[in-house]
């Protein structure tokens, strides 16, 4: 399972394209949403909250194709489909490297960004505390839409179109912890939801992915 | 005899020739009856005025909306267990029906919303779950027309039917955290001692029944189509191989 993170880890950062893409997708729409609304820094910092989340899910979208498709074409999933190690080991794993590479990069950039949207002082910590237990939950949902349009030519519309929906609870409570945060609230109860979301998901969902990915191999 | 017995697709073609008549004939009745009862016998309310109305079709279709991804779940899962492509073209015919019977409730809800709460839309938790229903409707259908295996297409929308139902859930809850907003609480239960008033009570009731029937009929028929259209791929299949 080690070997398995350490090559999908290896491949993300060597092929290029995929690792900094997130980060910079990031960067733009935080650069971009103050240049679309205006630059009061009132209006800024109540929705940078919201427009972290927005943007952290986007980005995240973006590489979830990458997951299974280059394994699936050169046939390294069939491979791993035969292998001692479940296929919902392998599932867990991969989605385990894409966080790594989407999801981590994002949280720890994060703060900066935040400094572009105005974020009030006290939303720091709660935005990197919420993103970086939310962001697991988004890759291991985007494997299962992966695992699901893994088989398509174009699934890449499919897959947002799938993933989307499924994204819907982790975005209210991650972005409710870094409202509540910002305006010095008690954030206790949507963190530990969404803290319960990414375990749950990253739980079960693993068994849905492996399921689909089957099916797509028969 | 079984209820499995119906999962032969010619027994099932046959019994839902015979019953498709009597169900197309209560769709009608029920609907006529309750629709002009509703709309032209019941007073208007007193503070609503005549937008009241709408209540006949938007609580039946919102109903039928959740139904519809409900049936769309047990079909899923007696595909995934069982095997039985009756029920997985079942599910494949219901899901744009549910996705219509959506789309009715919002563009109902929105025309009674402009002169009641002075706006079209707003993010209202109930408002808010039910456009996420209607997303959960279309992925699902996109991912039937994406994949061209039958087989293939049925397991993969069973699974994801499986998984969006926990999630869709899920958003219901979580759209909650928002404070309640507009729009009101149940109107209809079975434990209340009063729901609304009497004189809406009854036709409101017919106008559920008729398009529970005309859920009934829509799917009938167009699982009946899916079946056909299958026969005929097989019917060429079979011309191509002699």
Not at chain 2, 83 to 106: C, N, Q, Y
């Amino acid at each position: 399972m080690i070997a398995l993170l350490l090559r999908d880890l290896r491949l993300a950062i060597r092929a290029g394209g995929g690792f900094g893409l997130g980060l910079a997708f990031f960067l733009l729409v935080a650069v971009l949403v103050p240049l679309g609304v205006g630059p009061e820094p009132a209006t800024l910092a109540k929705i940078a909250p919201g427009i972290l989340w927005v943007g952290a899910l986007l980005a995240c979208l973006l590489s979830l194709d990458r997951i299974f498709a280059l394994d699936f074409e050169d046939g390294s999933l069939d491979l791993l489909a035969t292998a001692p190690m479940p296929l919902e080991g392998a599932v867990a794993v991969k989605s385990l490297a894409h966080w790594a590479v989407t999801g981590l990069p994002l949280t720890l950039a994060s703060p900066v960004l935040a400094l572009l949207l105005n974020l009030p002082p006290q939303g720091y910590l709660w935005l990197v505390a919420s993103l970086a237990l939310g962001t697991p939950a988004l890759s291991v949902i985007g494997a299962f839409g992966a695992a699901l349009t893994v088989g398509l030519k174009r699934g890449g519309l499919l897959l947002s179109l799938l993933v989307l929906p499924l994204y819907v609870p982790t975005l209210i409570f991650g972005a409710e912890v870094v409202k509540r945060g910002a305006a010095g609230l008690e954030v206790g109860a949507p963190l530990l939801l969404l803290a319960g979301i990414t375990l749950a998901v990253t739980a079960l969902l693993p068994f849905a992915s492996a399921a689909a990915i089957r099916v797509n191999l028969r | 005899m079984s209820i499995w017995e119906y999962a032969n697709p010619k027994r099932f073609m046959t019994t839902s020739a015979a019953i498709l008549p009597w169900v197309s004939a209560l769709t009608v009745i029920c609907l006529a009856t309750g629709l002009i009862w509703g709309f032209f016998f019941t007073p208007d309310d007193y503070k609503q005025g005549s937008t009241v109305k709408i209540i006949y079709l938007h609580v039946p279709a919102a109903l039928m909306a959740i139904n519809a991804w409900m049936m769309m779940l047990v079909t899923s899962l007696i595909w995934l267990i069982r095997r039985h492509h009756v029920s997985a073209l079942a599910a494949k015919a219901a899901a744009p029906i549910g996705l219509t019977f959506t789309l009715v409730a919002l563009v109902t809800g929105a025309v009674w919303g402009q002169p009641m709460w002075g706006t079209w839309w707003a993010w209202d938790p109930r408002l808010t779950s039910f456009l996420i229903l209607g997303l959960f409707y279309l992925g699902y259908i996109a991912l039937w027309q994406a994949i061209d295996t039958p087989d293939t297409a049925a397991d993969l929308t069973s699974v994801l039917c499986l998984v969006g139902s926990v999630f869709a859930l899920l958003s219901r809850y979580a759209v909650n955290f928002w404070n309640q907003g507009l729009h009101q609480g149940a109107s209809l239960s079975l434990d209340k001692e009063e729901n609304v008033s009497d004189v809406f009570y009854f036709p409101l009731l017919i106008c559920i029944a008729g398009f529970v029937a005309l859920f009934l009929t829509l799917v009938l028929l167009r699982t009946r189509t899916e079946i056909r259209a299958r026969r005929v791929q097989a019917l060429l299949a079979r011309d191509r191989m002699a």
